[in-house]
């Protein structure tokens, strides 16, 4: 079945440094990928849509020069976290759509990345 | 925005039991997706369904659209089971989905 590939699963960085995040579709071509932030206990909250050869959509209050999104093909998009700080500790997962477009489409995860900021 | 709860929150069962989890939704859909985060924090897409009820091993999904409903079962429960159990409807976001806060299932031996 179709794979979603997250690297890496787990970082530690020092605050002010930059982390990035990469997320490969492995067998199958994703235009469009999407990344969620979680923090502990809570749901998944969309940051952004990810749109291969485009910019991507940023949700209302994710800072676009903070979370930096490039999708420059069909199997890989990277968030990276510029001047991480401590608060930006959290769990960071990337999903894909299926082939089809639209909601009906089945959803593929990575497994997630934990990035602690110290 | 499509508002989605989850019940109950969190459940406790012993090995064998039979589990259900519920899903409501606020705002009619075309499909409704039910995925499994594993304690690692690892998403799984369990079902995707639009109409009825679909089977793949021990898990049934069913959903009720004029009730704006579904629910997820297990039978037969098992500890490999416990994990948070996740429903997600259209109808917020970017990519159209609104997700629950999740079931925090876990199944003791």
């Known amino acids: 079945g179709a794979v979603v590939s997250q690297h890496p699963s787990r970082v530690i960085c020092k605050s002010g440094t930059s982390v990035k995040i990469e997320c490969r579709s492995l067998?199958?071509?994703?235009?469009?990928m999407f990344w969620y932030r979680q923090f502990p206990k809570q749901s998944l909250m969309l940051m952004a849509t990810s749109n291969e050869g485009s910019k991507a959509t940023y949700e209302q209050g994710v800072e676009k020069d903070k979370f930096l999104i490039n999708h420059a093909s069909l199997t890989l998009s990277t968030l990276t976290v510029t001047s991480a700080h401590p608060e930006d500790s959290s769990f960071y997962i990337c999903?894909?759509?299926?082939?089809?477009?639209?909601?009906?489409?089945?959803?593929?995860f990575g497994n997630g990345t934990r990035l602690t900021v110290t | 925005k499509n508002e989605v709860e989850q019940s109950p929150q969190n459940l406790t069962a012993q090995e064998g039991e039979f589990i259900t989890i519920n899903c409501s939704y606020s705002v009619g859909i075309s499909a409704l997706h039910w995925l499994q985060q594993h304690p690692g924090g690892g998403i799984v897409s369990l079902f995707m369904?639009?109409?009825g009820k679909k089977k793949h091993g021990r898990l049934i999904a069913t959903i009720n659209i004029q009730e704006k409903h579904s629910s997820l079962h297990i039978t037969a429960s098992h500890p490999r089971d416990s994990a948070v159990y996740i429903c997600a409807a259209p109808g917020g976001g970017a990519d159209g989905l609104t997700f629950g806060k999740g079931t925090h299932l876990i199944i003791q031996p």
């Open positions: 999903s894909a759509r299926g082939n089809l477009r639209g909601y009906n489409s089945p959803l593929h």
């Open positions: 067998d199958f071509q994703a235009t469009t």
């Open positions: 369904l639009s109409s």
